[in-house]
């Protein structure tokens, strides 16, 4: 089975902080993806990532960046976080070649930032 | 950009009754998915139908897809109380392969 796991379930942070949420997932996935997902907007792609280093800006990058160093690790940073980034993150993967084919999703981050 | 509208936004039934769930889209797509969230959790993949498929069943789902008027449906049959979740429908990018568009979801209640 396949497996992605997110470094916390719920998490709490001062604005202004800079927060880090890893993403790790256990079948070699060249496809990494962060959403994150708010009431009555769905969820929302914020940065992607299809290969080691490699980055893609999906539709809300803004506020945040990314760092992929290993196959299997996905980070998502918040240099300076804001009440309005106050959501819940979701991590996924996928297999290159079918990267618009099924995607794994990791169980959330739920983030409060006062 | 293209986005899946998932139609209606919420569904209460009995156990034991059907449930259809409808998503519209606006552009061209490869293929489209129907994703499951049940209640803070993550997502969870349900099945996949390409844009040359018109008819797919898994179990006690059935997703048919309309590529003329850029609409799938997701059925459900023999409800249970377990089924109790949001549902997503998502589609692919063209201009950017590798990533999906989510719809906002239906939340389905089903009680016994």
């Known amino acids: 089975d396949v497996k992605v796991t997110q470094s916390s379930r719920y998490l709490v942070k001062r604005t202004g902080e800079k927060v880090f949420l890893e993403c790790v997932q256990d079948m070699d996935h060249e496809n990494m993806f962060w959403y994150r997902q708010d009431p009555g907007l769905g969820l929302r792609l914020i940065y992607f990532?299809?290969?080691?280093?490699m980055k893609e800006k999906g539709d809300i990058p803004e506020g945040y960046s990314v760092s992929r160093e290993k196959k299997e690790r996905f980070s998502l940073i918040l240099e300076s976080a804001s009440t309005n980034q106050t959501s819940m993150y979701l991590c996924?993967?996928?297999?290159w070649g079918t990267g618009t084919g099924e995607q794994y999703f990791g169980p959330g981050t739920r983030l409060t930032v006062t | 950009s293209q986005q899946g509208e998932e139609d209606p936004q919420a569904l209460s039934i009995q156990e034991g009754e059907n449930a259809t769930m409808n998503c519209s889209y606006k552009?061209?797509?490869?293929?489209l998915q129907w994703y499951r969230q049940n209640s803070g959790r993550g997502l969870v993949h349900l099945i996949l139908i390409r844009s040359n498929e018109r008819e797919k069943h898994s179990g006690r789902l059935r997703v048919t897809l309309d590529t003329s008027k850029k609409s799938s449906s997701l059925l459900i049959t023999a409800s249970r109380a377990a089924d109790t979740a949001s549902y997503f429908c998502a589609t692919d990018r063209r201009q950017a392969g590798t990533a999906l568009i989510f719809g906002k979801g239906t939340t389905l209640s089903v009680s016994s």
């Open positions: 996924a993967s996928s297999l």
């Open positions: 990532s299809y290969d080691v280093k």
């Open positions: 552009t061209s797509i490869n293929n």
